[in-house]
């Protein structure tokens, strides 16, 4: 076992410490703070030595600057409280680098999209920035982020121990323009059980071979709308979290070009639209829009939770004693047949950093093994490194980690993140968000609806890159 304090002096320098924390406000220069104190030191993964290939493995160390020379860095690491561990890793390298002058900007997710196009405009974006895969594409097109493929090659970065497809997701033309620190495989694909409820209903309780057909049938026998217990609470809003239904039936909801939306034209997407549908409409088996308000798994109203990984760590905490529990990979469709949707968030280099080199060092502290199993063991975010997810650690938590990281290397199933052509992401998920609810709930009639939903989002589609 590896000694569970951890230095995290990953390169070598001999720089004098100037560390800066402050928050960043929307369009604003940071704030200069006082120095701070070192993190404590994160737990080393027990992986045997050698096992997992650091991003910095056989890579230069921090560039020295000439005597005296001090070099300015900044970073936007994300404000949330399950992400503390950004903040952390980039104080940790301001303090291995000494004579690094570090500026950490702390910045809301959800308003990180538009942030990064308004420092762009006015050049202000930090030397190294998060991004997360909706709004990423868009960014690097419009010239936000550097091309760090010859940054790869000098400094020997493993890419072995990511995820292919998380690889592929930080990548725009053939070019490599971040790369990833966690990844989810969809919002709604990954099925929480409440095991008392199927106890009391005399319902087996799932395997991941279970198919779409028994998940409808236990759905629908769980369901007791008079006490306010459903069997399901699917409901993909979003245009990738239905395509992720859409796969298990072969379907898709771009055209592989990404130029066509499909959710009528192919009628496999279609039928996954239908089966969503029919879970309130036909069977019963999900609360209505009225019946919904107030319902949740974790007070033991739903049987069958479709939610993501990144909540398996939390869910122990939410639901106490309240009921036992467990977790299932999402059913099977057609021809065995389980999509999913790469979902990564990543961090890039700023295209116009006066420091690539020590910028691109940073980007790899924050990407380290030991780095994403600090994140992971102490905040349950899981990493874009599938050797995390197969660990010990992982296990102890639960073994969903282990299974979905096979699952995913058995090459059977597809999960790019659908992005179209344009990159016009924002507008096209906004507009189906906004569409397809009432048409799940049955408001609507499913042949109009679902016409409106392909008309409206083609037109987003067909539009140039903006």
């Known amino acids: 076992m590896s000694d569970p304090a951890l230095t995290r002096r990953r390169f070598v320098g001999s720089l004098a410490l100037a560390l800066v924390v402050a928050p960043l406000a929307a369009c604003e220069q940071s704030a200069t703070a006082p120095p701070t104190t070192a993190p404590r030191s994160a737990p080393q993964p027990t992986t045997a030595p050698g096992s997992v290939a650091s991003p910095t493995s056989g890579a230069r160390a921090v560039p020295s600057p000439a005597t005296g020379e001090n070099v300015p860095l900044s970073i936007a690491v994300r404000s949330d409280a399950l992400f ?65 493929d010859d940054f790869v090659k000098q400094a020997n970065t493993s890419l072995d121990d990511f995820f292919k497809d998380a690889i592929a997701s930080c990548q725009l033309d053939g070019k490599l323009y971040g790369l990833p620190y966690t990844l989810n495989t969809g919002n709604t694909n990954i099925i929480y059980y409440n095991k008392d409820l199927l106890a009391a209903k005399g319902v087996k309780e799932p395997t991941d071979d279970w198919t779409m057909d028994k998940f409808v049938d236990m759905a629908a026998k769980l369901t007791d709308a008079p006490k306010h217990i459903y069997g399901t609470d699917l409901l993909p809003t979003s245009y990738y979290d239905l395509d992720t239904w859409a796969r298990s039936l072969g379907g898709e909801i771009l055209s592989a070009d990404g130029k066509q939306f499909t959710l009528a034209a192919d009628p496999k997407t279609e039928n996954a639209a239908r089966w969503v549908t029919e879970l309130r409409t036909k069977h019963h088996a999900a609360p209505s829009r009225a019946d919904s308000q107030g319902i949740g798994f974790p007070a033991g109203q739903i049987a069958l939770n479709c939610d993501a990984t990144y909540d398996v760590g939390g869910r122990g905490k939410t639901i106490g004693n309240r009921f036992k529990w467990d977790v299932v990979l999402a ?35 924050e990407l380290s093994p030991e780095t994403a199993m600090h994140a992971f063991v102490a905040q349950g975010l899981p990493p874009a490194r599938p050797s995390i997810w197969l660990s010990p650690e992982a296990g102890k938590i639960s073994s969903i980690f282990g299974r979905v990281s096979k699952w995913l290397a058995d090459g059977h199933d597809r999960g790019p993140f659908p992005m179209p052509n344009n990159l016009r992401f924002s507008e096209l998920d906004d507009k189906f968000t906004n569409l397809i609810p009432p048409i799940y709930y049955g408001e609507v009639a499913f042949d109009d609806g679902i016409k409106k939903v392909q008309d409206e989002c083609q037109q987003i589609v067909a539009l140039a890159r903006g």
């Open 84 to 148: 503390t561990w950004q903040t952390e890793a980039a104080k940790q390298f301001g303090q291995d680098h000494p004579s690094v002058t570090l500026t950490i900007s702390q910045v809301n997710y959800a308003d990180m999209a538009k942030k990064q196009l308004v420092m762009l405009a006015s050049g202000t974006m930090p030397d190294v920035v998060f991004s997360g895969a909706k709004w990423f594409s868009y960014s690097a097109y419009k010239g936000a982020f550097l091309a760090i």
């Open 331 to 365: 059913p099977v469709g057609t021809g065995g047949l389980r999509g999913y949707e790469i979902f990564v968030s990543m961090f890039s280099l700023y295209s116009k950093t006066k420091h690539p080199s020590e910028a691109y060092a940073l980007l790899a502290a």
